[in-house]
């Protein structure tokens, strides 16, 4: 095991473009990090150069106590599974595993060994025999695992490994991924533009947007204090609501107020410097409830479609131009088309500069 770290790491194609932009940060020794952004936000290239398959333009990248940026791919003492499975389709799963030993010079002893404990770990024993072609896609990625595995790295890089499964295969996979890294303790660096994935495999997550550092915290301090409107609006299932107005100090408390748009923000305490400024407010779709009968903060919305997904509902609502969604528990609402007044609760408010996105320090 090792840990991997990062200063100041840059990409620049020979066209100029800037694929990576000073990357810095550490993966601590036995860590999962993950890498999430959108399509195009340098993930994969940052592991890449982690791998050795891309070379670095700038910066310095250790592995260990080791400066490997000139060090070949060979020898930095890891193992990479990519997206697609690159199995041998001629050879059988226990050739498949052992395929990487052999061409290190290992002998059989050391290789039937090591072939036994991964097959034993990601449950192949009964499939050593199997040809790919014979296998389902999750037991192929995790023959792709496995062959990972075998090799004994200081460092695990998985790039979008789950991308061809289907949704039940990809749960799965991704629950063995984390008990595999439980049982192991490996340092590993994974990869991926599925925030669930993101949000359950990470023990640390780094989020990227055009090659730049957004935010590095754990799931769920980035998902309570995201740094900014990118990252509040990337991490969460539905997305955040931003609500983009003046602030003002009405009758019902503070509201923002943007012509038809006028929402109240419950009993929430704002900095008094923040009256009369416009500013861009987050709510989660779990912080926007059907109101109180009586209840002063309320706001009517119209109700533009119900998504009921077992055990919550989905309500897409307008309130002027703006379009909001709530998730609730199930319950009985109005029709489509009809009208709801809504209540936000404060303390899942969220402040932002309007201009620069850039999360302001706000606490109930």
């Avoid at 810095?24 to 791998?51: I, Q």
């Avoid at 490997?68 to 050739?95: C, G, W």
């Avoid at 703006?322 to 969220?350: D, K, Y």
Wanted: charged content about 20%; overall charge negative.
């Amino acid at each position: 095991m090792a840990k991997v770290q990062l200063q100041g790491v840059r990409k620049v194609y020979d066209n100029g473009q800037v694929a990576v932009q000073g990357a810095t940060f550490e993966v601590a020794d036995g860590e999962l990090m993950v890498l999430v952004g959108p399509s195009g936000c340098g993930k994969s290239t940052l592991l890449r150069m982690v791998a050795g398959l891309e070379e670095i333009s700038g910066g310095t990248l250790s592995i260990g106590d080791r400066v490997v940026n000139d060090v070949a791919p060979k020898d930095r003492d890891i193992a990479m599974v990519f997206q697609s499975y690159a199995l041998y389709p001629h050879m059988t799963v226990a050739e498949n595993l052992a395929f990487g030993l052999k061409l290190r010079g290992h002998d059989k002893a050391t290789i039937a060994k090591r072939v036994n404990d991964a097959a034993q770990t990601l449950g192949l024993t009964e499939m050593l025999d199997k040809l790919p072609k014979a296998m389902s896609g999750g037991q192929r990625q995790r023959v792709a695992l496995g062959r990972a595995l075998v090799r004994e790295p200081a460092v695990f890089l998985l790039d979008e490994p789950l991308s061809n499964l289907d949704a039940k295969l990809r749960h799965s996979v991704r629950t063995e991924i984390a008990q595999l890294h439980r049982k192991l303790g490996t340092t590993m660096i994974y990869v991926t533009h599925d925030q669930v994935e993101a949000m359950t495999l990470g023990q640390r997550i780094v989020v990227l947007k055009d090659g730049v550092i957004q935010q590095i915290d754990t799931p769920m301090a980035l998902y309570d204090r995201p740094a900014n409107l990118f990252v509040a609006g990337f991490l969460g299932s539905p997305a955040m609501n931003v609500l983009r107005g003046r602030l003002e100090q009405g009758v019902e408390g503070v509201v923002v107020q943007d012509g038809a748009l006028r929402a109240p923000l419950g009993n929430a305490t704002i900095d008094p410097a923040w009256i009369g400024r416009t500013l861009a407010v987050g709510v989660r779709p779990e912080h926007l409830q059907p109101a109180a009968a009586g209840d002063a903060t309320a706001f009517e919305a119209v109700i533009d479609g119900i998504e009921p997904v077992g055990n919550e509902i989905f309500v897409n609502m307008t309130h002027g131009s703006q379009a909001l969604v709530m998730r609730v528990a199930p319950q009985a609402l109005p029709a489509v088309g009809g009208t709801i007044r809504v209540a936000i609760q404060p303390q899942g408010l969220h402040f932002f500069d309007a201009d620069s996105g850039e999360r302001l320090n706000y606490d109930v």
